[in-house]
């Protein structure tokens, strides 16, 4: 962790809000960076964002310092973010949307615009619940090892790899079901 | 394809895509003021709760009718009735 951290937590924990403030600015753009995992919304981003930082300053008083704080804020991003699903799977019925996978599928790597890929990628993951969407997204998307995303989602490392097996034979199962024949194991 | 290769072709495709630039620091104070507020109102109401409460059992007490007079049959009664 850097010194300013520490300086920074210190501070906030004594009652200086700005110095909370400026932790928030420091870390902002990464943790937005995690969350666009998450929503292809800029308004639930941002929306998204605050609810890390509100919810990291409330839990700020745990922060041991053993790990880096962009790590520890991580984790809880992580939460956030599968909070923010299963809210969302409860108050919305997503339709299958993969009009495009004929298309995807067709073309070169290097022709797909990489928010291209992103928006298509989200859509597909958007198809399953929000256990086996985290454990893809932390797998593929976070391109995390089985024992980053264990310790990001707060799993066991047996318990992601059978997510990750369980998470992708749904995945399979949809494509095949909405005739998207491409997919052979 | 597998749906592992999809997913790995997937990602390294989408690599390059970045999210907009967002600015939450200057709202962020007023968030957590509001985020706390709920938990402030929520003791208010409890205590108040609890104040009312109390107040009703120490009134009903204090006007609670004196216990009914017993005659001195039903007083033996209530002594010698363990024993037969």
């Known amino acids: 962790m850097e010194r300013s951290d520490t300086v920074e937590i210190q501070a906030t924990l004594a009652g200086d809000a700005t110095a909370y403030k400026r932790l928030v600015e420091q870390y902002q753009q990464e943790i937005a960076r995690r969350m666009w995992r998450f929503t292809r919304d800029r308004r639930q981003l941002e929306e998204l964002v605050q609810d890390v930082f509100v919810d990291a300053y409330m839990s700020l008083k745990s922060y041991r310092g053993t790990a880096p ?18 809210r969302r799977r409860r108050t919305t019925n997503q339709a299958v949307a993969l009009q495009d996978w004929d298309a995807f599928v067709a073309r ?20 399953l619940p929000p256990r086996d969407r985290l454990v893809l997204t932390l797998l593929y998307l976070e391109e995390l090892s089985v024992a980053e995303a264990a310790e990001r989602s707060g799993w066991s490392q047996s318990m992601v790899k059978v997510q990750a097996h369980r998470a992708r034979k749904k995945l399979k199962a949809i494509l095949e079901k909405s005739g998207k024949t491409a997919i052979v194991e | ?67 009914a007079p017993t005659d001195a049959f039903s007083e033996i009664m209530r002594i010698v009735a363990p024993v037969i």
């Not at chain 2, 706390?36 to 009703?56: D, E, G, I, K």
């Open chain 1, 69 to 86: 704080f962009a790590n520890w804020l991580n984790r809880i991003a992580t939460r956030v973010g599968y909070r923010f699903w299963k």
């Open chain 1, 108 to 127: 070169d790597e290097g022709i797909v615009e990489s928010h291209e890929a992103a928006e298509f990628l989200h859509s597909l993951l958007a198809q």
């Open chain 2, 1 to 67: 394809m597998n749906t592992d290769e999809l997913l790995t072709k997937l990602a390294q495709a989408a690599r390059g895509d970045a999210p907009p630039l967002v600015d939450v620091a200057g709202g962020i104070l007023e968030a957590i003021g509001e985020t706390r507020r709920p938990s402030n109102v929520l003791l208010w109401a409890f205590t108040a709760a609890s104040t009312a409460a109390a107040a009703m059992v120490a009134l009903a007490a204090l006007f609670q009718a004196p216990p």
